[in-house]
């Protein structure tokens, strides 16, 4: 069993302010001529002082209050018999900030100091007896409220720093299934191709499927180092490459691929935003367009790079998937633009901005 609870911020210190209570316990020690009487009070005091001020460190809010009413009453009524008792005004003091509320705490710190008062001038007690309890209750009080509230805000920096961990985790999981998507979709998606291909043509032209087993072996290898290149936190090796790799998927699909794609000095950041984004939409004709055209052009005018690439396919509006959600984020992340126009096959134009440029994320 545990007198307190396990609390940081608190360490050992409330079993040290316990020495206080020590006083009063011995205090008939001091008298001439102590009578039994004498010793059970302070003996049953001091135990009730205890219960109270260890309980007083389990409840916060009003479940304090009774605690800091029962300090008050034990040293109203035995502070007139032994001003050792005093002590057990300053433990009151002592729980009042942990009403949570400043305030009221400041209200209930006076008020103990009301009835101190009241009692010594009722009792009209010598002030050496008073004085110190006075001091005491107000010092300690105050301090109780400033550690309080060092300690709130510890509190809520810490909630603060969880959960912006808990949001760059759940940051980075998605990061990592949109790199994954990019890197090995469009790759299984063309080794699926070629594999149906090679099956269907084992028969009747065998050659053929064994160039194609041999492709998909080549894919294989290639979608490996661009594995262990991520790893290594690389991402696309350019334009160039990947619409090589364009070709060769939209063959296997027999997709006719028209390309117009200038040489071009584009900044890192943006050529690999916009060779991700032939990868996907190149995967996506393949998946889902049933076309039999694509073209690629790239465009540099107006200070920005204009990506286009279009199909005969079915076209449609249909909501984003995780690929082109992917995609989207990454080009608004540039300060670039995306738009489908799914009315005459599909359409994606892409305008990213020359100059480099990272958009700031909202708070």
């Known amino acids: 069993m545990r007198l307190i609870p396990k609390d940081e911020n608190l360490g050992w210190t409330p079993y040290a302010w316990t020495i206080y209570v020590v006083f009063f316990l011995l205090s008939p020690g001091l008298a001439r001529h102590p009578e039994p009487i004498d010793w059970l009070i302070s003996t049953g005091g001091t135990l009730a002082i205890l219960a109270l001020y260890f309980r007083g460190h389990w409840v916060r809010g009003v479940r304090v209050l009774p605690i800091i009413a029962g300090l008050t009453l034990i040293g109203a009524v035995l502070f007139p018999l032994n001003s050792a008792a005093g002590v057990s005004f300053i433990y009151a003091a002592s729980f009042a900030a942990r009403i949570e509320d400043d305030r009221r705490a400041v209200g209930i710190i006076s008020a103990i100091e009301i009835i101190v008062v009241a009692e010594v001038i009722a009792r009209r007690m010598h002030p050496g007896s008073f004085v110190w309890v006075i001091v005491f209750t107000a010092l300690v009080g105050a301090i109780g409220i400033h550690f309080e509230g060092v300690s709130r805000s510890s509190r809520k920096l810490r909630l603060a720093h969880d959960e912006i961990e808990h949001l760059a985790k759940v940051a980075e999981r998605e990061r990592i299934a949109r790199d994954l998507h990019d890197l090995l979709g469009h790759t299984l998606s063309v080794i699926i191709l070629k594999s149906e291909l090679a099956s269907k043509l084992a028969e009747r032209d065998p050659e053929r499927a064994r160039n194609e087993i041999r492709d998909v072996e080549r ?107 992917g995609m989207l984020e990454r080009i608004e992340q540039l300060g670039g633009t995306l738009s489908r126009d799914g009315s005459n096959g599909t359409v994606v134009t892409i305008t990213m901005p020359a100059t480099p440029f990272q958009k700031e994320r909202s708070a």
């Open 219 to 325: 894919i294989s290898r290639d979608a490996l180092t661009q594995v262990r290149a991520a790893v290594r936190g690389y991402r696309s090796g350019g334009l160039p490459p990947e619409i090589e790799s364009a070709r060769d998927a939209l063959d296997a699909a027999n997709v006719s691929l028209t390309c117009d794609v200038p040489p071009l000095q584009i900044p890192v950041a943006q050529e690999a935003v916009l060779a991700m984004a032939v990868r996907e939409s190149v995967t996506n004709i393949v998946r889902h367009a049933r076309a039999t055209r694509c073209s690629i052009a790239l465009a540099h005018r107006d200070n920005a790079y204009i990506l286009t690439i279009s199909d005969d396919g079915r076209g449609g509006d249909e909501p984003f998937g995780s690929g082109l959600s």
